[in-house]
């Protein structure tokens, strides 16, 4: 190689104008005669490239959507795989948030094909129901710089945490305790530990509980039940004021933290302490299916025994046992005051869909909703040419009267409307945002 100026040295590579693989290293000796070599290994470890005349094939991009992601884990991570013959010069991501102006931010390769990195935002540059739009694209190393890209993905940011409360190893048959027919066990957690762990006052969609092995069967008439409470220890049952949030069958499917979504979710209420009831009510039995528990007194009871014309969950001869552990468990969590009705309590009789106020509003406005059924509920943003700029709701929601903030800061002044969608029922209602 000749040294071209400074420290810089260049030279070519004698080619035979076919295509072909070149393997090669970088050799230099200092006048002390010292020898350094790159790559770091050489001559075993070599680079290598491609040499043709035209590069005619695209990247190949393999990537699996991400999924709806809770704002306390934003900004996500992109990860990908993107190979090409000639190989791969550069991987990045344009992207956009509702209907906003693109942006971009590159991926570093991270081994191999693989390249990762994370969206170039932070959190308090998202809200809940923000849709984040995005496509990969990557570039190959060849002359021609051949290029191709994913399709548009989007997902949604979510107002959801998970509270995790206890570490505990202790094996504990409640309430998967399956080598009886019928069980019984209530759980109480108390609102320091909630908080403690991240929750806040708002609807827990499912709970999960670490499973040290399967036995089985399937659990018949598998209930779960809470409530809010005061009360700070527990030793017998708790037979009144429940909210039923699963009722049907459920199989311990796996070790690890198997999680239950909950088909009615429950409303949490921050200072208040969590009560919950887990029964079931079998005609078989084989063995326990264990879970993790922590060392506690005064917080978990329990009962188990066969009841083949019985309920477990209603058998008004058991006493509780007191247990000196109390399960370990999850909560999957939406919190926030946009799930919490203002202004009436009960239940509503029918669907209602409130024109927003103020209106014309600049720039935030409040819709309020009623659904007196539970069920899964959308509530969207449209611009004056239909395109979904915004979701405001998209979940499950127990019956209720509802109140949701929207933040148009960041969108012109104009006409644009508003629809609700749940269990069948619609409606569409216009505002005016001016500026």
């Not at 049952?237 to 009615?264: F, K, M, P």
Request: glycine share 10%; proline share 5%.
């Amino acid at each position: 190689m000749t040294n071209s100026s400074g420290n810089n040295w260049t030279g070519n590579i004698p080619g035979n104008g076919t295509a072909a693989t070149y393997r090669y290293y970088l050799k230099a000796i200092d006048g002390l005669g010292r020898v350094g070599v790159a790559p770091g290994g050489a001559p075993t470890t070599l680079y290598m490239f491609t040499a043709s005349s035209t590069d005619t094939s695209k990247p190949v991009i393999t990537h699996t959507p991400i999924g709806n992601t809770p704002k306390v884990n934003w900004p996500a991570t992109v990860l990908c795989t993107a190979t090409e013959p000639f190989g791969i010069d550069s991987v990045w991501v344009r992207w956009y948030k509702n209907s906003g102006a693109y942006t971009r931010f590159n991926l570093a390769n991270i081994g191999g094909g693989n390249w990762s990195a994370a969206f170039n935002s932070d959190t308090s540059q998202v809200q809940p129901n923000d849709v984040i739009y995005y496509r990969i694209i990557a570039r190959s190393a060849s002359t021609q710089h051949t290029m191709d890209s994913t399709t548009l993905y989007n997902f949604t940011i979510v107002n959801q945490v998970t509270a995790c409360i206890g570490t505990g190893t202790t094996a504990s048959d409640y309430p998967f305790g399956t080598y009886w027919e019928d069980g019984r066990t209530q759980l109480l957690y108390l609102s320091s530990e909630i908080t403690g762990a991240g929750g806040a006052s708002g609807y827990i969609l499912s709970i999960g509980l670490n499973v040290q092995s399967v036995g089985g069967p399937a659990m018949d008439g598998f209930n779960i039940r809470m409530q809010n409470t005061s009360v700070s220890t527990i030793s017998a049952w708790t037979s009144t004021n429940w909210t039923t949030c699963y009722s049907g069958t459920y199989t311990v499917s796996g070790t690890g933290w198997q999680y239950i979504t909950l088909t009615t979710p429950f409303y949490w209420t921050s200072g208040q302490n969590l009560l919950m009831e887990i029964c079931y009510n079998n005609a078989a039995w084989t063995a326990y299916s264990p879970v993790n528990a922590s060392t506690a007194t005064g917080l978990m009871i329990g009962y188990e025994m066969d009841l083949p014309s019985g309920d477990g969950c209603t058998e008004p001869t058991w006493t509780a046992s007191a247990l000196a552990y109390r399960d370990n468990m999850c909560f999957v969590m939406n919190p926030g005051p946009n799930s919490v009705g203002i202004g009436n309590i009960g239940v509503p009789n029918t669907y209602k869909l409130s024109q927003n106020y103020p209106n014309p509003f600049n720039p935030t406005t409040k819709i309020d909703f009623a659904i007196p059924k539970n069920g899964f509920v959308t509530l969207k943003i449209y611009d004056v040419l239909g395109r979904e700029v915004r979701k405001l709701v998209n979940e499950t929601k127990t019956a209720g009267y509802y109140s949701v903030d929207f933040n148009a800061s960041e969108f012109s002044s104009g006409v644009y409307f508003y629809k609700l969608e749940s269990n069948g029922f619609s409606d569409v209602k216009r505002m005016m945002l001016i500026k």
